[in-house]
């Protein structure tokens, strides 16, 4: 006789409270570029402080994984300081692109934290960053810590995290960015960009804290 082994479908991706959150923080731009009159250089400033955001709390989730397996805070002990080295030289180098051809900040050497911080007071949307950051760590307390993921989360698979959802989004926010600025900073192309992003950000979130399917 033959054993059938079942593999039941994946779920539906459900909305979540911290997606619910994830939605209103991204509401917050889009109401800049409808009502304040946001440019592209303000809009790609907001998505490349909440990548910095993304990092810093992937910096947390490494540090407490799997708090109960005593070997692997050795493997934190390399791979925290090398992702904070790559990942913050990575998001360096896409800010000093959003700086200098989207908002004419010219630099000399690295800008140091003190100038995006300016550019972000400047520009006007600490409130879109600070909306965003709560999103994040709405996201990282229920799910992540109160859900009890970081209990069997890997600290290797925890380093490239960020990546791949950051690389889809320069690629489309980067894209768009010069589109819009191409075709003048249209106010209708410039929010659709911003619903773009917030689609993608929602789905990958949902997908990524989807109950996973059990075996039978």
Not at 8 to 33: D, E, H, I, K, M
Not at 49 to 65: D, P
Request: aromatic residues 12%; hydrophobic residues 60%; charged residues 5%.
């Amino acid at each position: 006789m033959t054993a059938t082994v079942t593999v039941p479908p994946r779920p539906a991706l459900r909305l979540t409270p911290s997606g619910v959150v994830l939605v209103a923080a991204n509401l917050v731009p889009l109401a800049g570029v409808l009502f304040f009159g946001w440019t592209v250089f303000a809009t790609l400033l907001v998505f490349w402080a909440e990548n910095v955001i993304v990092g810093l709390l992937n910096i947390l989730r490494m540090l407490a994984a799997t708090p109960q397996i005593a070997a692997m805070w050795a493997v934190k002990l390399f791979m925290i300081p090398f992702f904070t080295f790559h990942y913050g030289m990575f998001v360096l180098v896409h800010g000093i692109f959003v700086l200098q051809l989207f908002g004419g900040v010219h630099v000399r050497g690295f800008p140091g934290p003190a100038t995006f911080l300016h550019q972000i007071q400047a520009a006007g949307i600490s409130p879109a960053v600070w909306g965003l950051a709560l999103s994040h760590t709405v996201s990282f307390a229920f799910n992540y810590i109160g859900a009890g993921q970081y209990k069997t989360a890997l600290v290797p698979a925890l380093m490239f995290r960020p990546y791949g959802r950051v690389m889809v989004l320069h690629v489309v926010i980067l894209g768009g960015g010069f589109l819009v600025q191409l075709v003048g900073s249209p106010l209708v192309a410039l929010a659709l960009l911003v619903v773009l992003k917030t689609g993608l950000d929602l789905f990958a979130h949902l997908r990524e804290h989807a109950p996973r399917p059990v075996v039978a």
